[in-house]
């Protein structure tokens, strides 16, 4: 099956500095490229959708200037989370969907911890 | 209206026992209908996905789509301690991908 790739599984940043968090798509297009944030014992909350080419389309709430979405490529997606607070630390994941697909394969997720 | 409604409450349900899991929705885009399991600390596993209206199955797994109803089910035969996890149901259309909050499931040995 199709493979999506993301990296890093885990990191801590301390408060202030900014982390990037890659998606890459091992062997299919990715179109669309989501990507996702999950507190504890809670569902995954979108952030924003992302297509080839495109500027990101966020969600209600989500700072555009804060988490810093990159889709220029069909293969890879970043996601940078600038000045980073206590308060981001989440699980982050992204999600990529190939034009014509029915299927979204998921990235491994990213568990950030920011100290 | 939330684009998809799905009942987050834990559900536990002793092993052998039918699990029942469902979600709404008020998109009417959506044309592709998912279920994906996710245990604690990784990241959501496909589980089954439908188009079209009615039953499909899958070893002990049956995934319903009520398209008139906009409604989603998916069950779970004889249920096993393995099938303890969190489940969403996804759907998708016009580009756009909405998931479910979840049901925690736990099957009691």
């Known amino acids: 099956g199709a493979v999506v790739s993301q990296h890093p599984s885990w990191v801590i940043c301390k408060s202030g500095t900014s982390v990037k968090i890659e998606c890459r798509s091992l062997?299919?297009?990715?179109?669309?490229m989501f990507w996702y944030r999950q507190f504890p014992k809670q569902s995954l909350m979108l952030m924003a959708t992302s297509n080839e080419g495109s500027k990101a389309t966020y969600e209600q709430g989500v700072e555009k200037d804060k988490f810093l979405i990159n889709h220029a490529s069909l293969t890879l997606s970043t996601l940078t989370v600038t000045s980073a607070h206590p308060e981001d630390s989440s699980f982050y994941i992204c999600?990529?969907?190939?034009?014509?697909?029915?299927?979204?394969?998921f990235g491994q997720g990213t568990r950030l911890t920011v100290v | 209206q939330k684009e998809v409604e799905q009942d987050p409450g834990p559900l536990s349900v002793p092993e052998g026992a039918i699990v029942s899991l469902n979600c709404t929705y008020s998109n009417s885009a959506f044309q592709y209908f998912m279920w994906y399991r996710q245990y604690s600390r990784k990241g959501p596993e496909l589980l089954m996905y439908t188009y079209s209206s009615g039953n499909k199955e899958d070893g002990r797994f049956t995934a319903q789509v009520d398209k008139s109803s906009k409604y989603i089910s998916l069950f779970i035969r004889d249920s096993q301690p393995s099938d303890s996890a969190t489940y969403l149901c996804a759907m998708k259309g016009n580009n756009r991908l909405a998931f479910g909050k979840g049901n925690q499931v736990v099957v009691i040995p």
């Open positions: 999600t990529a969907m190939e034009t014509g697909n029915t299927e979204a394969f």
């Open positions: 062997d299919f297009q990715a179109t669309t």
